[in-house]
């Protein structure tokens, strides 16, 4: 009984660092935190996840999806691979963040990925990553047209987001 208080506790913090957080969360530090291995950190996000939190898994480490924003909206949009940076400055400068891409494959079907920027900061660090590695980006393998989660703190915000989208050709089927 002492154990799942423990963890019933751990849990509960583990959750509420999340919804405070203003940036992702490493698992090494709520380990540092909770005075727990990395491991344990690990096994409670998938029990979270389980009962029904969206925690996102991003490079930088665990986010609480929704725990910051209070719109999210999917959108589909279309354009080069030279044109991402310019996309993610749009959604950040106009008050959002992009929380994923996500592509249809005629094999695999949907895939995502994480991109987690709210910053022009964040999107720049993500493009340079890119360039650094040298890794395509999702849209090439669907022809430029792919699929953002996007989130913003009120309705007016997301619509001076997708008013700027759409200004700039991004936004499919508002051209």
Known sequence: M???DVKQ????TIL???EKAQEPISGSQLSEKLKVSRQVIVQDIAYLRSLGYNIISTPRGYVLSGGRSKISKLIAVKHS???IKEELLCIVRNGGRVVDVIV????YGEIRGIIDVSSEEEVLKFVSLMEMTKT???LTLSGGVHLHTIEAPDE???EKILKELKKRGFLV???
């Open 2 to 4: 002492i154990m799942k």
């Open 104 to 107: 249809e494959h005629p094999v």
């Open 136 to 138: 395509e980006p999702l």
């Open 9 to 12: 506790r751990r849990l509960k």
């Open 81 to 83: 691979p030279e044109s």
């Open 16 to 18: 509420e660092v999340l």
């Open 173 to 175: 089927g508002e051209e």
């Open 156 to 158: 007016e915000t997301m």
